[in-house]
Each structure stands twice: as structure tokens, then as C-alpha cells.
């Protein structure tokens, strides 16, 4: 826990509080508000110890909204990119899909492209930065191996190891094309080519709309498109660890979308994405990928619309459900499906007193002592409905706009807040959705 004699950088502190306040998962400084969800955490870290290793796996994250199920992935995004994996996280939504024939699915690869991060590019955009770094490598590598950089057998030297990892990834679907791009990347970064090195970001970030233009620029006959961006991505996770990386770690948020798809015929081709997904990655048909999904309850069980309407889905995943149902203590994670249960008493005022230090650090000491804050929690668990419908999200941003209003006005104290505040909870569960409501 972050005491007041820890550092953090004002830039973190401030995103951080300014994420938490308006309810949604901070990009940047996960690990210092993290409370609990410890045996999920550890059966996660788990599964990158198998990516590591050459393997993969699939996990969908499955909690109620405001749960934490965004902040776990965050929390792992960071965790693994500091251990040496590639990250790449995307909200699915009406235009991001993993399947669609409108460009929907190919925007989820973009997005997941984007958002694309290293030890040392936290924040995204880092697959120009891993290739340069990776030449760079290369180029080390063969210096320290007695070649003189001013030799024309240096060059040759490094041209041969950069094709020979290439040739290591030309099979499979999309491989040849791919392997083709990284090698004229390559050619030219060492011919100070601008414009060649453009093209073959534009390609590798799906961005080229036509065939005909991808092979007059780069000679390739294929492009990343809706169909096949999938394949790509398991050809990235194959480079990343072929130019020094663990392995590739995806993160899909906001599953609910698909849930909502009003067409039953696409909804059951997303579907039937992710049972490709799943089963690539649990017959090792893939290597050093991590693909995790997060959603709600009604996402995963509702028989009409979510994972279960689909029956290859249901079969391999009811079991490892209904094992998670809170009639069991902790739950089993060692399944495919971790389900978020309700933090405890202990850890919602641990996650108070945590807040408390971090908005004290930035704004400064607040008049806030520990029997306030047992006093604000037992009022948000005392509204009515709290035990199904108060989340962590709630009861944070709630109490950040408590030690604002404290901060604003030195005259006030929380038991002033406390007593004018209404005992209402939210009046149903957000997540309950309505599937003949849905409008998309």
C-alpha cells in the first residue's frame, strides 16, 4: 500500500485520481490502488508463465458492472509488460467486433494495434519501437560476435540473421506476406527509405483498403481485413518471441457488445470467432499467445443471446461456470472462466483508506479519520439494495466527491456528508439488460 513517504509521479497520481473519479480504469497506476483479488491475480500470472514457455491460453473475466473486471486487466496489462510481454488491450462496441463483413472486425484489430505496448512503450504505439529495437539488437548482437560495423560483411551479416528469423515465420496463413513486410521494414530503416518504412506500418496496421495498392507499394498480395486479422495477430505473437519477447498478451473489454448484436446470425459469427480463439489456444494450435475477454454475467449465461445460446461455447464453458457460482467459497480459477465475486467488508475499507492516501498525497491532508470512513462505508452498504447493486466503482467515485467537497469547504466533516447524503442505491443492475430494449 502506498504510504504518504512513497513517490509516486504527480503525472500518475493525477491521471489515476482523475480515472477513478469519473469511474473509469486508469491506463497508468492500476498497482497502486489495488486491493484483493488476489488468487485471480496469481492464476493469471500463472497463465503467463505458460506463454513464457511457448504456450497460450484463454480466460474470459466474467463480473457484474463496476465488479473490476476492467481494472484486473489493466493491472495485468502493466504486470506483464514489465515482465517482458507485448500488450495489447481494445473495448469492443458497435464498431469494434471480432467478426463483421463492414470493417467492424478489422477495427478491433486496429484498435488492438494501437494500444500495443512494451516495457518500455507503456502507453501504446510501440510496434515501430520493438522492430527498430529489434534491428538495433540484431546489429549488437553481431558487433559483439567480432564484425566491424564499417565492414560491408557486418551488413551482410545482420541481413542474414534478420531474414533467417523471417524465414522461421513463413508458414501458416498470412506468414509469407508478413515475413515479407518485416524484411522490407528492414531494407528500409538501412536505406534511411522513409517512405517504404510508412508503407509497411500502414500494412501492418491493417490500414490498406485494397490489394491492388498493397502490392504495387509493398509487392504483397494479401492485406489484414475483417477475415483474416486473427491470423495476424497470432503471427505477431509468434515474432514477439522470435525478436526477444515472452509473448503477446490480448485484452478484450466490453463483451457486452456482442451480447447486444440485435442480428442472430452475426452475434452466432462472433461467437463462433472466439470458439476459434479458444480452440487454437487450448490445442496449441497457437504459441506465446494470452487472449483474455471480459464481460458480464448476462454475456456469458443468458441462454437467448450470450456465450451459452451458442452450444460448442456452452459445453466448454458451463462447467467451469457454474464451479465460480457464489455457493462456493473463492471459486475455482483454474478454468477458462474467472468469476469477479463482491470484495469483502475488510477490503472495501481497505480500498478507502487506500483512496484517502492517494487523494491526500495530491491535494493534500484531508480531515478525514478512520472511523469516518468506517462510518461512509457502513452508510453505502446500509442503502438499499447495496449488497447486489454497490460496486467498488460506486463507492469510489462516491467517495472521491465526498473529499472533494471536504477539501472545498475546510468547515465541513464526513459526518456532515454522511447524514445528508440519500441512502438510495442504483435502482436496478445495469447489467440486467433488457435483450428486446436493445437498439444498436
Same mark, same amino acid.
Given at each position: 500500500m502506498p504510504e504518504n513517504n512513497i513517490k509516486i509521479p504527480k503525472r500518475i497520481l493525477s491521471a489515476l485520481l482523475t480515472s477513478l473519479s469519473a469511474g473509469v480504469v486508469p491506463r497508468t497506476g492500476a498497482p497502486y490502488i489495488a486491493i484483493g483479488r488476489d488468487k485471480e491475480i496469481l492464476s493469471l500470472c500463472n497463465d503467463l508463465d505458460t506463454v513464457s514457455d511457448g504456450g497460450a491460453f484463454i480466460r474470459f473475466v466474467i463480473?457484474?458492472?463496476?465488479?473490476?473486471? #476492467?481494472f484486473l486487466l489493466q493491472l495485468l496489462r502493466g504486470y506483464a509488460c514489465e515482465q517482458g510481454f507485448l500488450c495489447a488491450d481494445a473495448d469492443l462496441s458497435p464498431e469494434r467486433r471480432l467478426s463483421a463483413s463492414g470493417g467492424a472486425g478489422l477495427a478491433t484489430y486496429r484498435e488492438l494495434i494501437k494500444n500495443l505496448s512494451s516495457k518500455s512503450s507503456g502507453d501504446g504505439g510501440a510496434l515501430s519501437q520493438i522492430i527498430?529495437?529489434?534491428? #538495433?539488437?540484431?546489429?549488437?548482437?553481431?558487433?559483439s560476435d567480432g564484425f566491424s560495423p564499417e565492414s560491408e560483411s557486418f551488413s551482410a551479416e545482420v541481413s542474414k540473421r534478420i531474414f533467417s528469423v523471417m524465414r522461421e515465420l513463413e508458414t501458416g496463413i498470412g506468414a509469407f506476406d508478413f515475413a515479407r513486410v518485416i524484411s522490407k521494414y528492414y531494407q528500409a530503416y538501412e536505406n534511411g527509405d522513409g517512405e517504404i518504412e510508412s508503407a509497411c506500418m500502414r500494412w501492418l496496421r491493417g490500414e490498406y483498403k485494397t490489394k491492388t495498392e498493397a502490392r504495387a507499394n509493398l509487392g504483397v498480395t494479401a492485406i489484414i481485413d475483417d477475415s483474416n486479422w486473427y491470423d495476424y495477430i497470432k503471427l505477431l505473437a509468434a515474432f514477439s518471441r522470435q525478436i526477444g519477447y515472452k509473448g503477446l498478451i490480448i485484452l478484450i473489454d466490453e463483451c457486452v457488445n456482442l451480447y447486444k448484436i440485435p442480428n442472430r446470425i452475426s452475434r452466432e459469427n462472433n461467437y463462433e470467432k472466439i470458439l476459434s480463439i479458444y480452440n487454437d489456444t487450448m490445442q496449441g494450435k497457437a504459441s506465446g499467445l494470452g487472449v483474455i475477454f471480459a464481460g458480464t454475467p448476462q454475456f456469458l449465461e443468458d441462454g437467448r443471446r450470450g456465450l451459452f445460446s451458442y452450444e460448442a461455447l456452452r459445453s466448454r464453458l458451463s462447467d467451469s461456470a457454474f464451479a465460480m457460482s457464489e455457493s462456493f467459497s473463492g471459486g475455482n480459477i483454474t478454468g477458462p472462466v474467472i468469476r469477479l465475486t463482491q470484495l469483502s467488508?475488510?477490503?472495501?475499507l481497505a480500498l478507502i483508506k487506500r483512496t484517502t492516501v492517494l487523494y491526500s498525497m495530491y491535494y493534500g491532508d484531508v480531515n478525514v479519520s478512520d472511523d469516518d470512513m468506517k462510518a461512509f462505508l457502513y452508510r453505502m452498504l446500509s442503502r438499499s439494495g447495496a449488497q447486489s447493486l454497490i460496486t467498488p466503482r460506486e463507492i469510489i467515485r462516491t467517495y472521491l466527491s465526498a473529499l472533494g467537497t471536504l477539501s472545498a469547504d475546510k468547515s465541513k466533516k464526513m459526518s456532515d456528508i454522511i447524514s445528508t447524503s440519500e441512502a438510495v442505491a442504483p435502482s436496478r443492475d445495469p447489467d440486467e439488460l433488457d435483450p428486446d430494449s436493445i437498439e444498436i
Open positions: 463480473g457484474r458492472y463496476g465488479s473490476g473486471k #476492467s527498430v529495437k529489434w534491428i #538495433s539488437s540484431v546489429k549488437a548482437d553481431v558487433a467488508d475488510d477490503e472495501l
